[in-house]
Protein backbone atom coordinates (compact mmCIF):
# COMPACT_ATOMS: atom_id res chain seq x y z
CA UNK A 1 0.00 0.00 0.00
CA UNK A 2 1.38 3.37 -1.02
CA UNK A 3 0.12 6.87 0.26
CA UNK A 4 0.34 10.08 -1.16
CA UNK A 5 -0.22 13.28 0.82
CA UNK A 6 -1.11 16.29 -0.72
CA UNK A 7 -2.50 19.90 -0.54
CA UNK A 8 -0.07 21.80 1.43
CA UNK A 9 1.58 24.99 0.82
CA UNK A 10 1.63 28.69 2.17
CA UNK A 11 -1.58 30.02 3.69
CA UNK A 12 -2.02 33.48 5.73
CA UNK A 13 -3.85 32.98 9.45
CA UNK A 14 -7.37 32.71 9.31
CA UNK A 15 -6.97 30.91 5.95
CA UNK A 16 -8.00 27.25 5.00
CA UNK A 17 -6.46 24.85 3.20
CA UNK A 18 -7.61 21.28 2.45
CA UNK A 19 -5.37 18.23 1.93
CA UNK A 20 -5.61 14.66 0.05
CA UNK A 21 -4.57 11.50 0.84
CA UNK A 22 -4.40 9.01 -2.34
CA UNK A 23 -3.72 5.09 -1.36
CA UNK A 24 -3.46 2.62 -3.98
CA UNK A 25 -2.37 -0.78 -4.16
CA UNK A 26 -4.02 -3.49 -1.99
CA UNK A 27 -6.10 -1.16 0.11
CA UNK A 28 -8.69 -2.96 2.02
CA UNK A 29 -12.42 -2.26 2.11
CA UNK A 30 -12.14 -1.82 5.37
CA UNK A 31 -9.64 0.77 6.65
CA UNK A 32 -9.02 3.79 9.33
CA UNK A 33 -7.36 6.76 7.59
CA UNK A 34 -5.39 9.39 10.20
CA UNK A 35 -4.13 12.35 10.13
CA UNK A 36 -1.19 13.52 12.02
CA UNK A 37 1.33 16.26 11.64
CA UNK A 38 4.43 17.05 13.09
CA UNK A 39 5.71 20.66 14.03
CA UNK A 40 9.29 21.48 13.68
CA UNK A 41 11.02 20.05 16.86
CA UNK A 42 8.18 18.57 18.40
CA UNK A 43 6.44 14.99 17.92
CA UNK A 44 4.10 13.34 15.46
CA UNK A 45 0.25 13.61 16.82
CA UNK A 46 -2.67 12.62 16.00
CA UNK A 47 -5.14 15.11 14.64
CA UNK A 48 -8.12 12.69 13.61
CA UNK A 49 -8.87 9.71 12.04
CA UNK A 50 -12.16 8.57 9.74
CA UNK A 51 -12.87 5.14 8.87
CA UNK A 52 -13.70 3.75 4.97
CA UNK A 53 -17.30 4.37 6.28
CA UNK A 54 -16.89 8.08 7.27
CA UNK A 55 -17.24 7.87 10.50
CA UNK A 56 -14.86 10.39 11.90
CA UNK A 57 -13.38 10.64 15.46
CA UNK A 58 -10.97 14.12 16.49
CA UNK A 59 -8.39 14.92 18.81
CA UNK A 60 -10.78 16.96 21.07
CA UNK A 61 -8.06 20.48 20.32
CA UNK A 62 -8.87 20.09 16.95
CA UNK A 63 -12.70 19.42 16.59
CA UNK A 64 -14.31 22.56 14.79
CA UNK A 65 -11.37 23.73 12.82
CA UNK A 66 -10.69 20.36 11.17
CA UNK A 67 -12.81 18.15 9.65
CA UNK A 68 -11.69 15.03 7.74
CA UNK A 69 -13.63 12.90 5.48
CA UNK A 70 -13.39 10.24 2.71
CA UNK A 71 -14.26 10.72 -0.75
CA UNK A 72 -17.86 9.70 -1.70
CA UNK A 73 -16.52 8.66 -4.99
CA UNK A 74 -13.51 6.70 -3.78
CA UNK A 75 -14.00 6.36 -0.18
CA UNK A 76 -11.72 3.32 0.38
CA UNK A 77 -8.47 4.93 -1.06
CA UNK A 78 -9.20 8.46 -1.02
CA UNK A 79 -9.94 10.74 1.92
CA UNK A 80 -9.57 14.64 3.24
CA UNK A 81 -8.54 17.01 5.58
CA UNK A 82 -10.68 20.28 5.57
CA UNK A 83 -8.37 22.88 7.93
CA UNK A 84 -10.40 26.26 8.97
CA UNK A 85 -9.22 28.98 10.61
CA UNK A 86 -5.20 27.95 10.77
CA UNK A 87 -2.93 29.53 12.88
CA UNK A 88 0.70 30.14 12.58
CA UNK A 89 1.31 26.97 15.30
CA UNK A 90 -0.72 25.01 12.89
CA UNK A 91 2.44 25.21 10.60
CA UNK A 92 3.37 21.60 10.53
CA UNK A 93 4.27 18.60 7.90
CA UNK A 94 0.84 16.67 7.63
CA UNK A 95 0.80 12.90 7.00
CA UNK A 96 -1.84 10.41 6.45
CA UNK A 97 -2.05 6.69 7.06
CA UNK A 98 -4.10 3.77 6.50
CA UNK A 99 -4.66 1.35 9.42
CA UNK A 100 -6.11 -2.02 7.90
CA UNK A 101 -5.70 -5.84 8.57
CA UNK A 102 -1.71 -6.76 7.55
CA UNK A 103 -0.49 -2.87 8.77
CA UNK A 104 -0.39 0.46 8.92
CA UNK A 105 1.07 2.35 5.92
CA UNK A 106 2.29 5.77 5.86
CA UNK A 107 2.72 8.53 3.46
CA UNK A 108 5.29 10.94 3.08
CA UNK A 109 3.40 13.86 4.38
CA UNK A 110 2.69 17.78 3.07
CA UNK A 111 4.26 20.88 4.33
CA UNK A 112 1.25 23.15 5.76
CA UNK A 113 2.86 26.51 6.46
CA UNK A 114 0.64 29.52 8.35
CA UNK A 115 1.86 33.01 8.07
CA UNK A 116 0.99 35.65 10.64
Known amino acids: VQLQASGGGLVQAGGSLRLSCAASGEVGGLNVMGWYRQAPGKQRELVAT?????????VESFEGRFTVSRDINNPVKRGFLQMNSLKPEDTAVYYCNIRQSGGIYWGQGTLVTVSS
Open 50 to 58: VTSGGTANY
